[in-house]
């Protein structure tokens, strides 16, 4: 079967760093996405890992172990526009390619 | 910056009533998708589309659902009879390449469906 698991929610402070852990379980793994969504409105990307290792794009880094099925997102110098949920979403080789998506990770920034 | 424009922006429906919802992709995308995500819970695949035909669809996509490109812009999903539990907002995508090999999916701001 297919999993992926994402914490409900976090809070972190403004100027500080926090990571968003994603665990998955699919038979046939072919890439990982994180995505940023404000409420209300469509996801944007952020970021897509294949390989095992640091994806470093400015103040957003992600984080890939295919061994372990894990995954992290890494928000640095926080800012209060980056409250969103963040998605963390894998493609499923064994579904044909689909795209399947964790529930999402609500980030809260407190002043 | 090219975007993904989704009409309309929220549609009040009653049950049993048909729905279409429009969709206009990148002009130079070749992968078309709907998305749907009912309130406060996660982004459920429906249908991917590619060289005007589906190529893949989930569980959730059965005959009460299609999806057409009448045109070379357009790309709509429509709903023959709507039941309550369709309430949610949908989301167009468009991507260049297949997602599977990098392809970053374009969202659009999405069609909010209310079924009464």
């Known amino acids: 079967g297919q999993n992926i698991d994402q914490p409900t929610e976090m809070t972190a402070t403004e100027g500080a760093i926090v990571q968003i852990n994603c665990t998955y379980q699919t038979s046939g793994f072919n890439g990982l996405f994180w995505y940023q969504q404000h409420a209300g409105e469509a996801p944007t990307f952020l970021s897509y890992n294949v390989l095992d290792g640091l994806e470093e794009k400015g ?38 390619y689909q795209l399947i998506w964790g529930a999402g990770t609500k980030l809260i920034i407190k002043p | 910056e090219p975007e993904v424009t989704q009409t309309p922006s929220h549609q009040v429906t009653q049950m049993g009533q048909e729905v279409i919802l429009r969709c206009v992709p990148i002009s130079n995308h070749l992968y078309f998708y709907w998305y749907r995500q009912i309130l406060g819970q996660k982004v459920e695949f429906l249908v991917s589309f590619y060289n005007n035909e589906i190529s893949e669809k989930s569980e959730i996509f059965d005959d009460q659902f299609s999806v057409e490109r009448p045109d070379g812009s357009n790309f709509t999903l429509k709903i023959r009879s709507t039941k309550l539990e369709d309430s ?26 209310t079924v009464l």
């Open chain 1, 59 to 96: 103040r957003f880094s992600s984080f890939l172990s295919r061994s372990k099925g894990y995954s992290y997102l890494l928000l640095k110098e926080l800012q209060m526009k980056d409250s969103a949920s963040y998605l963390c979403a894998v493609i499923d080789m064994d579904s044909n």
């Open chain 2, 88 to 113: 949610a907002m949908y989301f167009c995508a468009s991507s260049g390449a297949p997602h599977a090999n990098t392809g970053e999916l374009f969202f659009g701001e999405g069609s909010r469906l």
